[in-house]
């Protein structure tokens, strides 16, 4: 009855992504593309099948599960609807193969900048746009949203965000996590709308905007043009872009703080702090080492700046070749992809706040070197962090860089070199996206063979969903439980 229950809950998680399909079933049905037609139609009629009868069984069974279950039912979450936001690829007629499909789809609820592509803009409009809601709805996560609109079902739900959300500790702004999801969907909602007035400000048309608005606050990157942000040449424009990513690596809970009012967390939050110094940082050092390239302290702000957010806040947009760029500013760009953006936000990778931890933790270890009696604690946030999160941590933190070092191995021995297989781990890990070598902002996924595009589909769904929930699911114990 138990795994009856869970498979009504994951048919019921997934009917979210009919309201998903249907704007880009109407921009194909009014382009009159029957393939197109028939590539939306089809998931959307294998999701009502079986999230209608899920439904309807809810109102008569309310469940609750524990946390364990949460990891099950979000990670095959994830996995369905992942495949089944390939459908619209494949049946699309453009040319994608199944693996291919699923790579793109999973890159986009994923958030990660990375495509098989190599001809964006020859893409039907429906697709483009599908290609892009993706990112959006995975940018919050699928079950957030489907948390903050089905309070009624009896499912505990912080059991889903728990094992969804990305961070170390996981935080009820309201007493009632159906509250919180709805608020932290309002804040996203309302910057992306206020992010799609400004590119309409800036020169861009409506269908243009709101697809890079979608992106770029999902901190996933990928654009409706062959070029990218690129291609409009605006230096508002970029600036625009700039602000936004670097908000959208910022942890939303502080957002609905400010609201309620509560400005001083802004400031006493470690994690914001360590957030806001290493952009500052490494901000100065491209913009430095840029100077001589393009020879205006506004240009070399204009392009440094907005490719170290890009790659802080794991967005993995492009405004130029920074292959070409002097070493340091190459070396600046490379350290960033192993810090990600804060607990809260968008933005993947290992997160700000685990190198805080870390950071302290380290700090701590010496200081005891020189006082072996003294007992020293990691402070966040002004407060006394319990000691089982630098233990979580440091765990996290292993285990994080044991798959960037089996995903590295396993893409080396396909015949690519060793740099850009580490750089591609290290990327589709951190849900960045971009990298180095092979995947270089003027290159693309494309070139890898079949198995390796599997691996890092599953890689990419793993790191958008913090390691552990999927990772546990391998464990011996976790199924003995």
């Not at 939050?269 to 050092?285: D, K, M, T, V, W």
């Not at 913009?287 to 702000?301: D, I, N």
């Not at 805080?356 to 002004?382: D, H, M, T």
Request: aromatic share 14%; net charge positive; glycine share 12%.
């Amino acid at each position: 009855m138990k795994w009856l229950m869970m498979l009504r809950i994951i048919a019921l998680t997934m009917g979210i992504a009919v309201p998903m399909l249907l704007p880009a079933f109407g921009i194909a049905l009014a382009a009159g593309e029957f393939l197109l037609i028939r590539a939306f139609a089809i998931p959307m009629g294998i999701t009502l099948v079986f999230a209608v009868p899920a439904l309807w069984s809810f109102k008569k069974t309310p469940f609750r599960f524990g946390p364990q279950d949460g990891f099950l039912l979000v990670f095959l979450t994830w996995i369905g609807i992942s495949l089944l936001g390939a459908l619209p690829y494949y049946l699309s007629g453009v040319g994608f193969s199944f693996v291919d499909a699923v790579f793109e789809s999973a890159c986009g609820f994923a958030t990660t900048g990375a495509s098989t592509l190599s001809e964006v803009e020859s893409l039907p409009r429906a697709l483009l746009f599908w290609r892009s809601t993706t990112h959006w709805f995975g940018g919050m996560g699928i079950i957030l949203l489907t948390v903050a609109l089905m309070p009624l079902l009896g499912v505990g739900g912080f059991q889903l965000i728990k094992a969804e959300t990305p961070g170390p500790e996981k935080e009820k702004i309201t007493p009632k996590i159906t509250a919180t999801a709805k608020m932290l969907w309002l804040v996203y909602c309302g910057l992306t709308v206020i992010l799609f007035l400004l590119y309409c400000l800036g020169g861009m048309k409506g269908f243009d905007a709101l697809c890079h608005a979608f992106t770029t606050m999902a901190s996933g990157g990928v654009s409706t043009k062959n070029k990218g942000i690129s291609f409009y040449d605006s230096p508002f424009i970029d600036l625009v872009s700039t602000v936004f990513m670097f908000l959208a690596g910022f942890n939303f809970n502080l957002y609905v703080r400010l609201l309620r009012g509560k400005f001083t967390d802004l400031w006493r939050n470690s994690e914001g702090r360590a957030y806001l110094c290493i952009f500052i940082i490494a901000s100065g050092l491209i913009t430095g080492s840029l100077l001589e390239v393009y020879g205006s302290l506004g240009r070399a702000a204009r392009y440094g700046i907005y490719q170290v957010v890009s790659i802080l806040s794991t967005t993995g947009a492009i405004v130029t070749d920074y292959e070409t760029w002097p070493s340091l500013a190459q070396g600046v760009l490379f350290i960033l992809m192993f810090i990600g953006g804060c607990s809260g936000s968008t933005a993947g990778g290992l997160k700000v706040i685990r190198h805080v931890v870390l950071w302290k933790q380290a700090g701590n270890e010496l200081r005891q070197l020189i006082y072996p009696q003294g007992i020293f604690s990691v402070q966040l946030n002004r407060k006394v962090g319990r000691k089982d999160v630098v233990y979580g941590v440091a765990g996290f933190a292993f285990l994080y860089f044991l798959v960037i070092a089996a995903t590295t191995l396993i893409t080396a021995a396909s015949g690519t070199d060793l740099f850009s297989a580490f750089s591609a781990a290290l990327s589709v890990t951190g849900n960045i996206g971009v990298g180095f070598g092979a995947i270089g902002p003027s290159r693309h996924y494309g070139a890898f063979p079949d198995h390796i595009k599997w691996v890092f589909s599953f890689v990419m769904i793993s790191g958008r969903l913090e390691l552990w929930t999927v990772l546990v699911l391998f464990s011996p114990e976790y199924w003995r439980r």
